[in-house]
């Protein structure tokens, strides 16, 4: 059995254990875990039909046939023209639908949403996204090694990065040279924008690159990652331009702690939320809880962002093989920000980090 037919008959058993009548998939990740193929989410209605039996439909526009055909997991079996429109192969396709319940993407266009309501009337539309995430939160041994390679990548483009002096170079340049280094190492390209934050700006947790330049005395954070076979990694690295101020040092001690603990914590069973509570306890028990503004971490694949949130009231219990961020940080406005973040799988264990370059605070020139 393909990895495909695999998850198509896992999707299937769960439709069929929760009455659902059809499950109706847009571009995106999704369509990329269940059909082996996505693309942009265009104005031609590009739509994987999941029955709770036999065979899937999928509804092409026609100059995306081929390209189905030949990457795709299961054939376009109705294909549409521009001349046509979507109607009369969506209606065909639709002629099966048993009745009941269907699942849409969260991230379908409203457009196809305002057709499949026109055209099934009696049906309850609700979202796919909790019985997607049931599927996809646990990695399979392929997913990781996809995920494994993503992570050494971003691992080895820190290290090129934080080797070379970075005093005059403007955010951009930074971002664009840890591109660069990850697309010659293999990466099908960055995960994300990639986010360089220097001097004050690393106070802000989600400041992209700018055209700052990068002076002597700055703590810089380098907050990105790449994509391989579609999978995502993400890593956060703190730097300092030259030699760090003592406090600069005794706050990074905090967050690393605070990290470690998090990391450490993790165990299949154990609640979601107890690893933020392991992290934010450091924090906190420094007198620094204000400053930790953000969630500890988020599942990652292939999705940059995806389930299981580490945050408080996720009472989510882990499992082997889920994937996710450990990234606490402290914000100090108008002065710096420290964070560092690795990704973690839950095994037998506890944890195991997909990065493993060093997460010492990094002087560089
Ligand atoms: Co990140
Ligand atoms: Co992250």
Wanted: charged residues 25%; contains cysteine; proline residues 7%.
């Amino acid at each position: 059995m393909s990895h495909f037919e695999e998850r198509l008959s896992r999707a299937q058993g769960l439709l069929v254990a929760e009455g659902v009548g059809l499950l109706v998939i847009s571009p995106g990740a999704n369509m990329r875990y269940l059909a082996g193929f996505t693309d942009e989410a265009g104005e031609r209605a590009l739509l994987f039909f999941v029955p709770p039996e036999g065979e899937p439909a999928f509804l092409v526009p026609e100059l995306y046939a081929a390209q189905v055909e030949k990457r795709a997991a299961f054939p376009p079996t109705h294909v549409w023209r521009d001349s046509q429109g979507p109607r009369a192969a969506l209606e065909d396709i639709l002629r099966a639908f048993p009745g009941g319940k269907v699942l849409v993407d969260d991230a379908m266009p409203a457009k196809d949403l305002l057709l499949l309501e026109e055209l099934l009337p009696q049906a309850a539309f609700r979202p796919a996204s909790p019985l997607m995430r049931r599927l996809r939160m646990r990695k399979s041994p392929e997913e990781l090694s996809a995920m494994r390679r993503a992570a050494a990548i971003a691992d080895r483009a820190f290290q090129a990065i934080s080797a070379r002096p970075l005093s005059g170079l403007t955010e951009l340049e930074v971002a664009k040279a840890l591109e660069e280094e990850m697309l010659k190492a293999g990466a099908e390209g960055a995960a994300f924008e990639i986010l360089v934050a220097s001097g004050p700006n690393s106070a802000l947790p989600h400041h992209r690159a700018g055209r700052r330049r990068i002076e002597p005395g700055d703590v810089v954070i380098l907050d990105f990652g790449c994509r391989v076979d579609g999978y995502c990694s993400d890593i956060t690295r703190t730097l300092v331009l030259g030699e760090p101020p003592a406090r600069v040092r005794e706050l990074y001690e905090v967050i690393l702690a605070a990290q470690r603990k998090a990391v450490e914590a993790v165990r299949p069973g154990l609640p979601a939320q107890e690893v933020d509570r392991a992290a934010r306890g450091v924090i906190a028990q420094a007198g620094y809880a204000d400053h930790f503004t953000h969630r500890t971490g988020h599942g990652i694949g292939l999705d940059v962002h995806e389930e299981p949130y580490i945050v408080e009231g996720n009472t989510l219990p882990l499992e082997e093989g889920m994937t996710f961020s450990v990234e606490p940080g402290i914000y100090f406005p108008g002065e710096f920000g420290l964070r560092v973040e690795d990704i973690v799988v839950v095994t037998e264990e506890g944890a195991e980090s997909l990065n493993n370059c060093p997460r010492t605070l990094r002087c560089v020139g």
